[in-house]
């Protein structure tokens, strides 16, 4: 630093992580917490991100509880977590390759074939700036997909007129029909839950993942996540998860079921046209079956 007295986030970050910070520097990107790399006393650079009146204890959680898996994604490691606060390694992404994608969906398969305990978690917790019901108490995926994803987050984005009669009644009609749509019944997988390309930060052997709302889930969910907005090299990425943990039959028919949810979430929070989006998803689905 220069001297002056730090302040907010400086003077939280020091206390944290026990050491000074030479420069603290704000990052593009962020729309749920500010980025910053911030350059240490002792010499390394870490990522930061802050927000005053938030926590990042659950995205802390997510990326540990993905660690775990040996041989998985990636993840950054966590150095610190505390009030409004997280410190990670920082990630440099760059364009990616053939064999980065291909083993980036290795990787992203063996995370998957883990497995979790249980659908979702056993506390309720976040997704961006939106807290995410637990779910724990349900006994299979569509049970868990129905009262903890699709029927709360439909509920929301009606109060805040975000989807139109229409479309909700189409995500209603894949509610009540999720037992027909969803196909083969699947243990829970050890999902990241906010997986869009976005999250995914490439180098030049592999990528490293980001920003979870980890949770135990059906793995498909993931793997429409990656779709929905467009990752590099998916095809190549499927095609090497599907060589380590292939799909169940028909999965490319279940896609846009397993969109619905994050373009609900994303009319929750954006409004705009997402609300038609998943509308047109909720048809999807139900014509994928008929």
Same mark, same amino acid.
């Given at each position: 630093?220069?001297?002056?007295?730090?302040?907010?986030?400086?003077?939280?970050?020091?206390?944290?992580?026990?050491?000074?910070?030479?420069?603290?520097?704000?990052?593009?990107?962020?729309?749920?917490?500010?980025?910053?790399?911030?350059?240490?006393?002792?010499g390394?650079t870490?990522?930061?991100?802050?927000?005053?009146?938030?926590?990042?204890d659950?995205?802390?959680?997510?990326?540990?509880?993905?660690?775990?898996?040996?041989?998985?994604?990636?993840?950054?490691t966590?150095?610190?977590?505390?009030?409004?606060?997280?410190?990670?390694?920082?990630?440099e992404?760059?364009?990616?390759?053939?064999?980065?994608?291909?083993?980036?969906?290795r990787?992203?398969?063996?995370?998957?074939? *883990? @497995?979790?305990?249980r659908?979702?978690?056993?506390?309720?917790?976040?997704? %961006?700036?939106?807290?995410l +019901?637990?779910? &724990? #108490?349900?006994?299979?995926?569509?049970?868990?997909?129905?009262?903890?994803r699709?029927?709360?987050?439909?509920?929301?984005?009606?109060?805040?007129?975000?989807?139109?009669?229409q479309?909700?009644?189409?995500?209603e009609q894949?509610?009540?029909?999720l037992?027909?749509l969803?196909?083969?019944?699947?243990?829970?997988?050890?999902?990241?839950?906010?997986?869009w390309?976005g999250?995914?930060?490439?180098?030049?052997?592999?990528?490293?993942?980001?920003?979870? *709302? @980890?949770?135990?889930?059906?793995?498909?969910t993931?793997?429409?996540?990656? %779709?929905?907005?467009?990752? +590099?090299?998916? &095809? #190549?990425?499927?095609?090497?998860?599907?060589?380590?943990?292939?799909?169940?039959?028909?999965?490319?028919?279940?896609?846009?079921?397993?969109q619905?949810?994050?373009?609900?979430?994303?009319?929750?929070i954006?409004?705009?046209?997402y609300?038609?989006?998943?509308?047109?998803?909720a048809?999807?689905?139900?014509?994928?079956?008929r």
């Amino acid at each position: 630093m220069d001297g002056s007295e730090p302040t907010w986030p400086e003077h939280r970050l020091q206390s944290l992580l026990g050491v000074g910070i030479r420069r603290l520097e704000p990052l593009a990107g962020g729309s749920f917490g500010i980025p910053y790399a911030a350059e240490l006393d002792d010499g390394r650079t870490v990522f930061v991100k802050a927000d005053r009146n938030g926590s990042f204890d659950h995205e802390a959680w997510g990326l540990r509880w993905l660690a775990e898996v040996d041989g998985g994604v990636r993840t950054p490691t966590v150095l610190a977590v505390g009030p409004g606060l997280l410190v990670l390694d920082r990630v440099e992404s760059v364009t990616p390759s053939e064999r980065a994608a291909a083993e980036f969906g290795r990787r992203l398969a063996i995370t998957h074939r *883990a @497995a979790a305990p249980r659908f979702g978690r056993d506390v309720d917790s976040v997704i %961006a700036s939106e807290s995410l +019901p637990g779910g &724990s #108490t349900a006994a299979t995926w569509v049970d868990f997909y129905r009262e903890a994803r699709l029927r709360p987050f439909l509920t929301r984005a009606v109060a805040r007129g975000s989807i139109g009669d229409q479309d909700r009644r189409a995500v209603e009609q894949v509610i009540d029909d999720l037992h027909r749509l969803a196909g083969p019944e699947e243990q829970p997988g050890r999902l990241h839950g906010d997986l869009w390309s976005g999250n995914v930060l490439w180098n030049d052997h592999d990528a490293t993942v980001i920003d979870p *709302a @980890a949770h135990g889930g059906h793995r498909e969910t993931d793997l429409a996540m990656l %779709a929905l907005f467009g990752l +590099p090299r998916l &095809s #190549t990425v499927l095609s090497a998860y599907q060589a380590e943990f292939p799909l169940a039959e028909g999965w490319q028919r279940r896609v846009a079921l397993h969109q619905l949810f994050p373009l609900l979430v994303h009319a929750v929070i954006f409004g705009g046209g997402y609300g038609a989006q998943a509308g047109r998803a909720a048809r999807m689905a139900l014509a994928a079956v008929r």
